[in-house]
């Protein structure tokens, strides 16, 4: 399996400091890597591993944008580092390559996940069915607002970039933070979902959407694009009608 | 340093909006305790009021009209945010056509205020 570098092409090299250790502590750690034209973030990290520390610990599985495992912080910004080109992302010639913010490490550039898909469960991410396998197919129309609203969030592929961008996940860590509430305004509007009454509960409680300050990390960082910050905005909207209905 | 994920516009709103709201809240009780002084001690008060004409308390007040000015149009900025369900396109054609409105506004005023 390629590493992802031509070494024969390479005729320069990149200035990479590597974030190593664990919760007790750790240091920046220095890498001369071959440069290669069209090079990831990913590219480098497994350069290194593969060339210079076995023991490396980092996380990634498709390396084509879609599985979500392989964001890191990158000179301070969280990243999908299979899609982020090294010349995007290197400042003055440096990389330096960390985990994510905001979660517990588990070694080197690899975090421990559980808190943030623990954030998904308390905030209602899971789909209840209003009806059973024997019912019709749903016949839900792509054209309608509901799903259009639906359809917007839909896409997030769970990397955690906009946890780690978070500053209000930073300052309260029980905090839903934006993916969770994302996939509750998307299961919200979802017309097939029966389980709204205990979901606009669960995030309009104390850990949930007011929290938000609307400093919008999480849309300038999604590498899909999309817009959690509105989906915020949207739960404070239901949430309050919801509130005022006496429905909460 | 300020960290690379708070250097963009929606951050340093946050962060305004924040800060002129706590300057508000220490200046307020102090306010507040001026204000009083027209009940317990009308003489004190007279003292201070000259006290203020000078030209160091003036400038001060043009920082507190600053921040309130900041707070005002930071909060209905907020609200519009959060409250409108609106596209980022409209929302920023709204805040461009309320930002056109607000100068014409000021300059007709300021104009007006120099013809009288």
């Known amino acids: ?248 | 340093m300020i960290p690379p994920h708070r250097r963009h516009g929606l951050w340093l709103a946050f962060f305004l909006h924040r800060l002129s709201g706590i300057a508000l809240a220490l200046f307020l009780p102090a306010h507040f305790l001026v204000l009083a002084l027209a009940l317990t001690d009308p003489a004190a008060l007279d003292g201070f009021l000259h006290w203020a004409h000078q030209p160091v308390v003036r400038a001060a007040e043009m920082g507190l009209v600053f921040l309130l000015s900041v707070h005002l149009f930071g909060g209905l900025r907020l609200m519009a945010l959060e409250w409108l369900p609106w596209s980022p396109r409209q929302k920023t054609l709204a805040a461009l056509a309320t930002a056109g409105s607000m100068f014409v506004a000021l300059w007709f005023l300021l104009a007006s205020a120099q013809a009288a």
């Open chain 1, 1 to 248: 399996m390629s590493d992802g570098i031509d070494n024969a092409a390479a005729t320069d090299t990149l200035d990479v400091r590597v974030w190593r250790g664990d919760e007790r502590g750790g240091d920046w750690h220095a890498y001369r890597v071959p440069a290669a034209a069209n090079q990831t973030v990913l590219d480098v990290v497994t350069w290194i591993q593969r060339h210079r520390e076995p023991n490396l610990a980092y996380r990634f599985a498709c390396r084509v944008g879609v599985c979500g495992s392989c964001a890191m912080s990158v000179n301070g910004e969280p990243r999908w580092t299979c899609r982020t080109h090294v010349q995007d992302a290197a400042r003055d010639g440096v990389l330096r390559i960390g985990p994510l913010r905001n979660l517990p490490l588990v070694r080197d550039l690899a975090c421990d996940m559980a808190p943030f898909f623990d954030r998904w469960q308390e905030a209602g991410g899971r789909f209840v069915p209003s009806s059973d396998r024997h019912a019709d197919i749903a016949a839900i129309s792509p054209e309608s607002p509901a799903r259009r609203i639906a359809d917007a969030a839909i896409q997030c592929i769970n990397c955690a970039v906009c946890y780690a961008a978070c500053d209000v996940v930073q300052w309260k860590p029980d905090y839903l933070g934006p993916a969770a509430l994302n996939r509750a305004w998307s299961l919200v509007n979802d017309e097939r979902d029966a389980g709204n009454k205990d979901r606009l509960r669960a995030v309009a409680g104390d850990a949930g959407c007011h929290n938000c300050h609307s400093q919008h990390n999480c849309t300038r960082y999604c590498p899909n694009q999309l817009d959690p910050g509105a989906s915020i905005a949207g739960l404070k909207r239901t949430t309050m009608k919801a509130a005022l209905k006496g429905q909460l």
